[in-house]
């Protein structure tokens, strides 16, 4: 039957929430039916040369770097238009689940004021705003406030605006802000005279957005991006008042695997640049009142060895990974800082615990550690080297370091969520543990209490255990009978800690099971949980996921015919390979900005980002990495067979994943696959990689994902 057919009759959905979950009611709305014609995109076979083998490509067309080409414009719009058609009938229920989701979320709203220097700063939200007011208070907390920067404002008469960066000068006259109106991280430098409320004349464009003031309060130093390949390649020294053409390059890297960083120390004494590839580290640093001087050295790039630092009292305190996988933290004297026989271990390694994160204070290190999947807070005395945990008392949970800019102080601030409790700050003294929480995010219509969250864990197919974050709603029946929405990452060891967010009440409420499985690839559980998820042992990472469905599904967590999934970015990888290894587990699968033709982007060193993967997917010059990104590639794997239902989003101008894999993924899908099962593709015609910008923004795909979910549920009782 003909979804516009379908249209023009009745298109109401009541959903009643029982205790169990919830009932969906007789008059439902027509159903997505993917029998209307979908764009067909022609094919013009063009070889992928390598080193180890030629591939056909057919839609390779599709990319078009200028992003202005009218042939894959045109197709991209059809795309959107058949999106729009086809989801017509779920139209009503999607802005019902927009206007549910943002209606947990405070009109006002605003974090707890940061102490920096003399004054107090806080983002403030006002009047149901989609961006935020840059405020301060000078001298105290009640002083009277400064408005330094209206990003409402700002974002007026702009399709996408983002401000990655705002830095204050020493003197705190001056602000720094990176602007970024395209999505791809290409940021524009802007400096406001914070007394007359004035915006300089000073403009620098193509940055990553990284700036650190001098002490002379006129001269900063900033990030330059790489045209092309959008790679952070050079730190540049600009002078207010002069042209940015003038400006003189004071470090390029030559290797196309680092990532270049900048930052002031927490003592304000220096300036650092921080190198990092995927495994290896260096930085560099400067006297913050010497910008003329020469950079230097603080340690050597050593292959493997990976290093952070920052300076207190005349030394630096160095998070490093050098003779301890897990990470420890040793301090070195400004002089000696090159020599790593200088070295003295302050805080050891531990097996079973990675030190992430470290905040350096005078008398105290707070660090935000990773402990059998969890991150937990550990504060040590520099003086006496006492130490203790903070404490929690829940079993799934994400502690983390909060904004501490002042070493001056025994108060750390840290902050902690979950799946169903809304983010909380709190204040510990570190010398008697004593907290005080300052504030919990208000959600509007909310009940933690009504919710429950918890960790499992379940058997891989090799016998590893996976740790599963589950949320649902307290009395739900675990019998067998339920939805499942199930969320993956597991790339570059980032963890996908169980974090509070106001769209799964929406979920929960109707009675599904919200699963975060913590597959090898991310970093829940050490960088071995890493290294056993990338690189040749990729696979690993979609078997996991797969196993902790099945678990779900045979513990009674879920009905095996009700399982969604959903990933973005190397999260969407995952989804396009459970796609095609697993289609039958899967109700419908939601794969945002994906990460899908692996193998070609591999292949290409102009592509934004590939040089700086190597070292976590592999270079396909060599055969055994071609041979295994060809083995998982979602792109090259696609097949003649039945697939589930899927959803699929990319942004036009994303820079991490261009949108012409998704693009070309769907083309290809929509040529091979043997089932009838609806085939969403959305085109972002102006987001970057994280979607819309604004608070607001993201959640109207997430209620047009969740309408589309809803409506496969339904199918699935028919």
């Known amino acids: 039957m003909r979804a516009n057919s379908l249209a023009a009759k009745h298109a109401c959905r009541a959903l009643a929430l029982a205790a169990a979950g919830a009932a969906l009611c007789a008059c439902a709305p027509p159903r997505v039916d993917s029998t209307d014609a979908a764009p067909v995109a022609r094919k013009v076979p063009h070889v992928v040369s390598s080193p180890n083998g030629d591939r056909v490509d057919d839609y390779y067309w599709l990319r078009d770097d200028t992003r202005s080409r009218a042939d894959v414009l045109g197709y991209l719009r059809a795309e959107n238009a058949y999106y729009a058609h086809t989801m017509a009938p779920l139209q009503a229920q999607a802005d019902r689940l927009y206007d549910e989701i943002t209606s947990r979320i405070a009109a006002e709203d605003a974090n707890v004021p940061v102490r920096e220097r003399g004054c107090w700063y806080q983002t403030r939200y006002e009047g149901g ?55 791809r991280y290409q940021c524009t ?109 603080l340690a050597p790039r050593e292959s493997g060895v990976e290093y952070d630092v920052d300076h207190v009292d005349g030394g630096w305190v160095v998070r490093t990974n050098w003779q301890a996988p897990n990470f420890r ?69 994400t502690a983390t370091l909060g904004d ?14 979950s799946l169903t ?5 709190y204040r510990l003294d570190m010398r008697s543990g004593e907290r005080t929480l300052l504030e919990q995010a208000r959600i509007p219509g909310y009940d933690a209490a009504a919710y429950e969250a918890t960790r499992i864990r379940i058997d891989a197919r090799d016998g590893t255990r996976i740790p599963v974050s589950l949320a649902y709603r307290k009395g739900l029946r675990l019998d067998g009978t339920a939805p499942l929405l199930q969320i993956g990452y597991g790339a570059y060891g980032v963890s996908s800690d169980p974090r509070f967010d106001p769209a799964y009440a929406s979920l929960l409420d109707r009675g599904f099971v919200v699963a975060v499985a913590h597959v090898r690839g991310g970093g829940e559980m050490g960088n071995a949980w890493h290294d056993a998820g990338k690189l040749l042992h990729k696979q690993n990472t979609f078997d996991d996921f797969v196993d902790v469905t099945r678990a779900l599904v045979a513990a009674g967590y879920a009905d095996r015919a009700k399982v969604f999934a959903t990933g973005r970015s190397a999260g969407g990888l ?23 033709d692996v193998l070609t982007t591999m292949l290409d060193p102009s592509v934004p980002t590939t040089t700086n993967e190597y070292e976590e997917w592999g270079d396909p010059r060599e055969k055994r990495y071609y041979d295994a990104l060809l083995s998982y590639s979602p792109y090259d794997n696609v097949r003649a067979q039945d697939y589930p239902a899927l959803f699929v989003t990319t942004s036009l101008n994303d820079s991490q994943v261009q949108y012409y894999e998704p693009a070309k993924w769907v083309a290809r899908l929509r040529a091979r696959k043997t089932d009838s099962q609806p085939l969403l593709f959305k085109v972002d015609m102006d987001g970057g990689h994280n979607g819309k910008s604004g608070r607001f923004g993201r959640y109207r795909e997430t209620a047009q994902m969740y309408a589309f979910f809803l409506d496969r549920l339904e199918s699935s009782a028919d």
């Open 574 to 596: 995952l989804m396009g390979a459970i796609a095609n290894q697993a289609p039958r587990d899967y109700r419908a699968i939601a794969a945002g900005v994906p990460f899908v």
């Open 421 to 425: 409790t809304p983010p909380s700050t």
């Open 129 to 183: 705003a989609g961006y935020p007011r840059f405020v301060r208070r000078c001298g105290n907390e009640t002083a009277a406030e400064e408005l330094l920067l209206d990003e409402a404002a700002l974002a007026a008469g702009h399709d996408y605006y983002h401000v990655r960066s705002r830095v204050v000068s020493p003197d705190e006259r001056l602000l720094a802000y990176a602007e970024d109106t395209s999505g």
């Open 329 to 397: 933290i040793v301090q070195v004297d400004d002089a000696d800082a090159g020599d790593k026989r200088r070295w003295r271990e302050v805080v050891a390694a531990q097996d079973g615990t990675t030190i992430e994160r470290v905040a350096v204070f005078q008398n105290h290190l707070a660090l935000g550690e990773r402990g059998d999947g969890l991150r937990r807070l550990r504060i040590v005395d520099r003086r006496d080297g006492h130490q203790f945990h903070v404490g929690f008392d829940a079993t799934d949970y």
């Open 189 to 297: 430098i802007r400096i406001k005279d914070l007394g007359r409320g004035e915006t300089l004349p000073d403009e620098i464009r193509g940055t990553s957005g990284a700036i650190a003031w001098a002490d002379d309060n006129r001269t900063f130093f900033y990030v330059e991006n790489d045209p092309v390949t959008l790679a952070t390649r050079r730190v540049r020294r600009h002078v207010l008042g002069t042209s940015a053409a003038e400006d003189v390059t004071v470090y390029e890297e030559p290797d196309d695997r680092y990532y270049v960083d900048l930052a002031r120390s927490g003592d304000d004494r220096f300036l650092v640049i921080q190198l990092d590839s995927r495994t290896t580290s260096e930085a560099r640093y400067l006297p913050a009142n010497a910008p003329l001087a020469p950079w230097r050295i």
């Open 404 to 417: 501490n800019r002042v070493q001056g102080t025994h108060e750390l601030r840290y902050d902690v969520t």
